[in-house]
């Protein structure tokens, strides 16, 4: 995969050193960046409605669909994501997509819930309060 880079072990200990933390130790910044650095590696692709899943965390999740879809942010005490997992988005098909909350969900946007056109791609990311979320990227 041309311009991706995965964080090894070996990579998180010279950051450690660098950043003066004893061998051993992780931070919460070192665990965001090892995640950040595996976002987007893994794809899953969906041809309808579609609800997120915990699988789809640090993943791109892409439309194949022709026509419009919905896709459902689902409450956290159904699917227990973790504060700040984050979720790539794709249009890969014509049809938009539209992003729905679920029960006690709110998304926060500048735009709209809907994709913009074909190839359009943003992400969602859980803030860090409880099924609050923002999404971006290319919306109509």
């Known amino acids: 995969m041309s311009g991706a880079s995965i964080i090894s072990p070996t990579t998180i200990d010279t950051t450690l050193e660098q950043d003066a933390q004893p061998p051993g130790s992780i931070t919460a910044a070192d665990v965001r960046q090892a995640n950040d650095s595996l976002s987007?590696?893994?794809?899953s692709q969906q041809a309808g409605n579609y609800t997120f899943a915990l699988v789809d965390r640090g993943t791109q999740v892409e439309s194949t669909s022709a026509t419009a879809v919905t896709w459902t942010v689902p409450p956290t005490a159904s699917i227990p994501f973790q504060p700040f997992t984050q979720i790539s988005w794709r249009q890969h098909g014509a049809?938009?997509?539209t992003f729905a909350?679920?029960?006690g969900v709110t998304i926060l946007?500048?735009?709209s819930l809907t994709s913009r056109a074909q190839n359009s791609s943003g992400t969602l990311?859980?803030?860090?309060?409880?099924?609050?979320?923002?999404?971006s990227g290319d919306l109509t």
Do not use: H, R
């Open 40 to 43: 987007g590696l893994f794809t």
């Open 95 to 97: 049809g938009q997509i």
């Open 101 to 103: 909350p679920g029960a």
């Open 109 to 111: 946007t500048s735009s």
């Open 125 to 135: 990311q859980l803030s860090q309060v409880t099924d609050v979320w923002n999404i």
